[in-house]
């Protein structure tokens, strides 16, 4: 009767970890429409095809190498073919089939390098970006991603967990890493011709379609259920499924009360309601709640989420007086409400992470990923440069990139 038990046990969670991760690559659709629609149609096509590469990138990656050194003991597992019984990084059997474990991961890893993508749109080489995926899903991310969820010690020294500090879905982990990698490569690759005045004030570059971008918020809002539901690993006892209906509701109040908040910074800066901004408001509530969606109460998820949404507005604005120059707002939303997310945890779960711990995590965190991809930016940009011609740019890289445009009948 027990064998009966954990085999039902462990086929629900298994089915349940695949279906959280299926959502979560759909979220790779959701960033692909949400960065084409918030970029000129000229580059719509090179936009579409680093996305769509990106993710097969991330796959194999991760399969080869990545999932080995985030996860030394499944890593091995899988690669030596064993898909049955294994443990969790603990001591414990598994509750669920490595290769579903492997599964939810490695999209996971694909959404930190989706991060870097929109920040980088419109004037960066096609190669250049695809090769910097290779590293960053094949070790940067990984690393980092050991010294936390996989729990050893950083360098040897010290184990993040036990100095404080907590991830529950990543919203350092993956959202500020993603940010970190995308923020490094921007500095070096610099502003899009005329995004800034003779003066030094940024100018508005409108995207081709707003429909799309509003879309591919959609998309992401419902992928992101995955993406925090998932990480509470099981569903298949009480207790569990009391806990994901609980990170499924508090992702989407938190999601809905970055949007509103977003909203209302914009109609009193601006005097109209943006839609970029409320979009991105939405997912700066996501990516708020992400770092511990299980332990607030609805109304407090709410205030997380606009909590993050009133600062992704005044953070993109930021950036653009400082000439760093994000398309898509990936650096804010991703990356300074990544912080706000991890700060946020000792509010609702102090039994388990502390802000020195969240502060030393998030330093840790964004030092690696930072330092290691301006190293790897920098390679990159010596044996085959980082940006296309002027011309080019002018152009738009569709063309010059892949040879083709996305909206061919409807341009000259």
């Known amino acids: 009767m027990e064998n009966q038990i954990f085999q039902l046990s462990y086929a629900l969670d298994t089915f349940y970890f695949l279906v959280c991760g299926a959502l979560v690559m759909w979220m790779a659709a959701g960033f692909a429409m949400l960065e084409a629609g918030l970029v000129r149609s000229k580059n719509t096509t090179e936009i579409l095809t680093k996305n769509v590469a990106l993710y097969a990138i991330a796959c194999t ?27 969790t990084g603990a001591d414990e059997p598994a509750t669920y089939a490595p290769s579903a474990d492997f599964f939810f991961q490695v999209v996971f890893v694909a959404t930190a390098m989706s991060i870097v993508s929109g920040a980088v749109a419109e004037r960066m080489k096609l190669w250049a970006f695809l090769a910097f995926a290779v590293v960053m899903t094949g070790f940067i991310y990984p690393m980092q991603g050991n010294w936390t969820w996989g729990g050893d010690a950083v360098f040897g020294m010290y184990t993040l967990g036990d100095l404080g500090f907590s991830d529950f879905a990543g919203s ?3 959202h500020m890493a993603g940010a ?3 923020l490094s490569g921007v500095l070096l690759l610099g502003p899009r011709a005329g995004k800034y005045a003779a003066d030094g004030s940024p100018r508005a ?15 992401l809002w419902m992928g992101w259920f995955g993406f925090n539901g998932g990480s509470v690993l099981a569903t298949a006892t009480v207790e569990n499924a009391n806990a994901v209906a609980v990170v499924f509701m ?15 910074v914009a109609r009193v800066l601006f005097g109209k309601a943006d839609l970029t901004m409320a979009l991105n408001g939405a997912l700066a509530g996501l990516v708020a709640i992400t770092a511990e ?12 989420g606009a909590a993050g949404g009133t600062l992704v507005v005044f953070s993109i604005l930021t950036l653009d007086k400082l000439k760093i120059d994000d398309p898509v707002g990936a650096i804010s939303v991703h990356g300074v409400v990544g912080l706000l997310g991890l700060l946020l945890v000792p509010f609702t779960n102090g039994e388990n992470s502390s802000f020195s711990g969240q502060l030393i995590g998030a330093l840790t965190i964004f030092v690696w990923v930072f330092v290691t991809s301006a190293i790897v930016w920098v390679a990159i940009k010596a044996i085959i440069g980082l940006r296309v011609s002027d011309d080019e740019e002018f152009e738009g890289v569709d063309m010059s990139e892949c040879g083709m445009e996305a909206y061919p009948e409807f341009t000259k």
């Open 205 to 219: 570059i409108p995207g081709a379609n707003l429909p799309l971008a509003t879309l591919g918020t959609f998309i």
């Open 180 to 182: 970190a990698a995308a």
């Open 172 to 174: 350092g982990i993956v």
């Open 250 to 264: 508090n992702t989407n109040a938190a999601a809905a009360g970055g949007l509103i908040a977003a909203l209302l």
């Open 61 to 87: 990656m991760y399969m080869l190498v990545g999932y080995s050194i985030m996860y030394p003991e499944l890593g091995n597992s899988l690669l030596s073919g064993i898909t049955g019984d294994g443990v």
């Open 293 to 304: 969606p299980s332990t607030p109460t609805p109304l407090l998820a709410t205030l997380f």
